[in-house]
Each structure stands twice: as C-alpha cells, then as structure tokens.
C-alpha cells in the first residue's frame, strides 16, 4: 500500500511538472527506486512533490498548474461525489430531515415527495443526477490536459441536465427550490472553469503548456 501510494504521490508530481521538465521527473523517479529500496519511498515521494509544488510557485506557468490542479481535483471531483451521494439518496425527489446533510450522509429520514401519479419521473430524476455527477470525471481529466473544447462541451451539456432536472421537478410538483444550492454549486463551478481557462490565454506564449 505504502509502495502504490509513493509511486502515484510520483506520477502526480510527474504530472505537475509537464513535459518541459520530463527529464528531472525521470531523475525524481530513479531516485525513488533507490529510496523504496532503503524503506523509505513514502517519505521522499512526499519531499519531491511538496519541492516540485514550491518550485512552481515561482513562475506564471507554475501557479497555473496548481491551480488547475486545485480545482480538478479540489473542486470538480468532489463536486462529482457529493451530487453521486445526494442522488444515491433520492435527491431531489426526496424530502431529508436533516437537509442537505441527510443526502450526503445518510442521516435523519427521507420522505418521498412522487405520489402515485407521478413516480413515472423518479428513474428520470436519478438518471439525470447520475448523468451530471459522471459527466465531471471526464472534465477533472480534461482541465489537466487543457482540452477547453471538450470542458466547455460538458459544461453546455451539464446545464443542460441541470435545466431539464429542473424542468422534469417542476412537471413531478417537486419544489425546485431544492434545486437551487446545486444550481449556485455547478454555476461557481463553470465560472471557476472559465476564468482558468482566460488565465491561460493570457499566459506568455513560452509559458504556456504544451501539451
């Protein structure tokens, strides 16, 4: 475990580094060879990240990394987990005792908000939830790769889920009030996209990643 952990701390700090520097994070890789051998992989795969990470403070391409990483990882993917959860627990076309903390933890108990009539929309619900937390996986993934064409497709296709979640509680007569903080979340979470992605197109042309 501590083998597998070290070497993905590796690849990540690979990942920061970028192509241009391909040849220390070889080097760093070497290395750890040597230190799993002396017991101690963890520990170094550790230093060399957290030293790769203050490197790159030092210059614009540098903070742009962390922060795309920041957000992919920070934000996206968790965004992705909370909305898997909330889902799982019959959001939004359940009522939790405790709010938004029954649906990401399971707590209080859960009330059905379809009767009879309209519980034809409840697959439909979840699909669309499902569909709008699967969909940041692949978007984590492309904000690293700086594939904006992609990111921007998923991001038109999520508000478009999002609208149709909408839409689809209103026609069950769920409050779409309920809707509103995941609404705000996917929203700060475009804006955040966006801005990264004008960050780097006003990157100087040699510091900009190639990739």
Known sequence: ???RLAWTLMALTARSLGPRRSDWARAMAAE???????GHPLRFALGC???TWRTMLGDAEGRFTLVAHALAIGVVLPVAGML???ATFGFPFMAASDGLAGFLFGSGERTLLLNVGNMIAAPSLLFLMLLTAG???PVAWWILDRDWDRVG???RFGAAAVTTLTIVSGCAAIDPTTLILPIWVL???IAAIFTLATWQSHLPRHEQPAF
Do not use: C, D, P, W
């Not at 750890?32 to 002396?38: D, I, K, R, S, T």
């Open 1 to 3: 475990m501590t083998r």
């Open 32 to 38: 750890l060879e040597v230190a799993e051998a002396q």
């Open 49 to 51: 990240l957290f030293g």
């Open 84 to 86: 898997s959860i909330a």
């Open 135 to 137: 969909l940041h996986l």
């Open 153 to 155: 497709r998923a991001s």
């Open 187 to 189: 929203a700060a979470e």
